[in-house]
């Protein structure tokens, strides 16, 4: 199956810092990425997004870079507050066609 | 917020026991999944249904049977429960790769535990 993998495992952050959470994926037909968050106890919450004719996508604080040519994917969140805390997973699929998902990032906001 | 449902949410049981975890979704989405999740760590796809009477397996082995007689059903079961079962388990929906965006919507999920 594809790879997907995240780049650390965990983040330490400021609050009111800008947070970069990178994931790499391995399928280069892979078109449609999405970053989940997951708070502990839940299951993964949507966040955002991207399909593979686009580099960027803005969505509300949060922010997701694509670059095909690495296998890169990024998420950025603006602002970081304490609320973002949580373990973040990026996904990849071809067509929608079953998910692939990383071992996520936990993400640790510093009052 | 998406309207998606597991129960139980927790669930403490003894080896060799038959259990079911129940999904369901009030959208209307025609895929449903299950992914084993561990703590901290990657989600496993193990089943998967595309619609009524389909069902798939994943990529993950697993030992547990599904079933999609309803739209908004998608239920688990493991006929003989062992400790290596011991795990989080998350149901998801999809309405399908509709305009090139298929988002998955989670439950909260079943956190198993065979003693």
């Known amino acids: 199956g594809e790879s997907v993998g995240l780049h650390l495992p965990t983040l330490s952050v400021q609050e009111g810092d800008n947070s970069i959470i990178n994931c790499a994926y391995s399928?280069?037909?892979?078109?449609?990425f999405i970053w989940y968050k997951q708070e502990s106890g839940k299951g993964p919450q949507f966040i955002i997004d991207?399909?593979?004719?686009?580099d960027k996508r803005q969505g509300q604080r949060v922010t997701v870079l694509l670059n095909k040519t690495v296998k890169h994917l990024s998420l950025q969140i603006a602002a970081t507050q304490p609320g973002d805390s949580a373990v973040y997973f990026c996904?990849?699929?071809?067509?929608?066609?079953?998910?692939?998902f990383g071992t996520g990032t936990s993400l640790t906001v510093i009052p | 917020e998406a309207d998606i449902y597991q129960t139980p949410r927790y669930l403490v049981i003894g080896t060799g026991k038959k259990i079911t975890l129940e999904c369901s979704q009030t959208?209307?989405?025609?895929?449903m999944y299950w992914y084993q999740q561990d703590p901290g760590m990657e989600l496993h796809l193990i089943h998967y249904?595309?619609?009524?009477?389909?069902?798939e397996k994943g990529d993950l082995s697993s030992e547990s049977t599904v079933s999609r007689i309803r739209t908004e059903h998608f239920p688990l079961t493991l006929e003989s429960a062992r400790p290596s079962h011991t795990s989080q388990y998350l149901c998801?929906?999809?309405?399908?790769?509709?305009?090139?965006?298929?988002?998955?919507?989670f439950g909260p999920g079943t956190r198993l535990t065979v003693l």
């Open positions: 996904a990849e699929s071809v067509r929608g066609n079953q998910f692939y």
């Open positions: 998801a929906s999809s309405e399908g790769y509709v305009r090139g965006i298929d988002t998955q919507y």
């Open positions: 249904s595309y619609g009524v009477n389909s069902t």
């Open positions: 399928n280069s037909a892979s078109d449609y």
């Open positions: 959208m209307g989405h025609d895929k």
């Open positions: 991207i399909r593979s004719n686009m």
